[in-house]
């Protein structure tokens, strides 16, 4: 049989692999030599394993002695270069850690390998992890695989670009404020950021503060992202916010025994959004409510209260300042522009940052009384479709907003924890991709799993890759 390896996604590998209708060592090279081919115009991966295909030689002899085998058995995954990844470089986009290699792999890579997955490569990021744009000192900027003039999102910018593009079936990224919902959204692919702990930061830099970090699955099907997160989700000992158990269900495959109830909105309080973006959640609202889902247009009073991309900004400058002074004393010729700059801002006042804490509380009870009453949310990811590169502001309905407004819709569930999934369901007039943004209670993935299974069988653009 001939099958396109590079656009099917990392389930269906694992099936042909199992059966025997491909090997793991034809996979991995599939991959690396799309690698080879779409790399040079994207500068996605930054640093390919050179072990990869010994360890596909060794799953297919694992496989052929008939032994147990995971469920990612053969598979080929990448990572953001902020995940440790034993023996390869973990570099951190800067030129600080350049040359870098850990002894020891992150919890969740470690994750993805013992269920059989084969690291192929790692993945650029802005410096840091720490930008709306994949770009830095040491290995470069990302370009996305629809129009390389623009921006793949940050900071999972490179990892969102790899899988997009078919260099990677699966990949593992992190999420701050915008990192694994933003780039899925900007180049079609699909992201989750599970509930706050729900998957470890162990072998993650930084290490302090963790609060609002997040460690998230990218892929091109749903299915991926739930068998992923069912893979990487659960206490590992050490990450003292990681302490659920493992035992849950991912929703796919299932119904609730009564309507979904769905509210959906594209404003309430988080500032302009670009029409097409607004068009393509108002299209995903009423493909939900086809499926029997009961959907409600929506507002949320305390976004319309208390501004998240204002009281990130308060929480995360005191909060993150120390770790990039920490590491970036003397270092200071070797910093990113946007590293600089956050390295200069003004402290928070104490009482600002009691006033950011007192309000971030009023957003998880303005989210706790809109769940009461809904199963999820719908809205936008990003306010505007992928833009061009170094963008440093735009307009909206008369208004000039900064770049980091891309992240006015994603950011407050960082502040609360919640989890959030994006897919892609439409795309702009010049041919970009436009997602949408599913939400649910903290650890009911299930429920965004199981409505974004229902949307991709209804996606209009289902199916789609870049022609690069």
Not at 371 to 389: K, N, Q, R, S, W
Request: net charge negative; hydrophobic share 40%.
């Amino acid at each position: 049989m001939t099958v396109d390896l590079i656009h099917v996604d990392a389930s269906k590998l694992a099936e042909l692999i199992r059966t025997g209708e491909v090997s793991s060592v034809e996979v991995v090279r599939a991959h690396l030599d799309r690698v080879e081919a779409a790399n040079p115009r994207l500068n996605a991966v930054v640093t390919r394993v050179d072990e990869a295909l010994n360890a596909a030689r060794a799953a297919d002899e694992a496989l052929a002695a008939g032994g147990e085998v995971g469920p990612l058995h053969g598979v080929p995954f990448t990572a953001k270069d902020s995940f440790d990844t034993a023996g390869v470089p973990t570099q951190r986009g800067s030129p600080i850690f350049a040359g870098r290699i850990p002894d020891t792999d992150s919890t969740a890579v470690a994750r993805m390998k013992s269920a059989g997955a084969i690291l192929l490569a790692k993945t650029n990021l802005p410096e840091f992890s720490y930008w709306v744009e994949t770009d830095n000192l040491l290995t470069g900027r990302t370009n996305n695989p629809w129009d390389v003039n623009r921006s793949s999102g940050g900071s999972s910018g490179g990892e969102s670009a790899a899988i997009a593009a078919g260099m990677s079936p699966l990949g593992l990224g992190t999420d701050l404020s915008i990192s694994v919902r933003g780039p899925a959204a900007d180049t079609g692919i699909m992201a989750l950021k599970p509930t706050h702990g729900r998957i470890p930061m162990t072998g993650i830099w930084p290490r302090q503060p963790r609060r609002n970090w997040h460690v998230g699955p990218m892929a091109r099907s749903i299915r991926d992202l739930a068998l992923a997160y069912a893979l990487l989700a659960g206490p590992d000992g050490d990450d003292g916010f990681a302490t659920v158990p493992r035992d849950f269900d991912t929703g796919l495959g299932t119904s609730p025994d009564r309507p979904v109830r769905l509210g959906w909105l594209v404003d309430s309080g988080l500032g302009p959004t670009h029409p097409e973006v607004a068009a393509t959640v108002r299209a995903a609202a009423e493909a939900l409510r086809s499926t029997g889902a009961q959907v409600d247009s929506v507002s949320i009073p305390a976004l319309e209260r208390d501004n998240p991309l204002e009281l990130w900004n308060k929480l995360s400058i005191m909060e993150v300042k120390p770790a990039f002074q920490q590491v970036t004393a003397g270092h200071e010729d070797q910093m990113f522009s946007y590293s600089k700059f956050v390295a200069q801002l003004p402290d928070t006042s104490m009482d600002d940052y009691v006033q950011a804490e007192q309000a971030v509380e009023r957003l998880r009870d303005g989210f706790a009384e809109y769940f009461h009453h809904y199963d999820a949310l719908l809205m936008p990811v990003t306010t505007i479709p992928a833009h061009e590169h170094q963008l440093s502001e735009f307009t909206l309905d008369g208004r000039t907003m900064g770049a980091f407004h891309v992240s006015s819709t994603t950011v407050p569930f960082n502040l609360t924890g919640h989890p959030a999934l994006s897919m892609r369901f439409g795309t702009s007039s010049d041919g970009m991709p436009i997602g949408v943004q599913l939400v649910a209670n903290p650890y009911a993935e299930s429920t965004i799993l199981h409505l974004a299974s229902l949307l991709e069988t209804l996606s209009p653009v289902r199916d789609q890759h870049p022609s690069l």
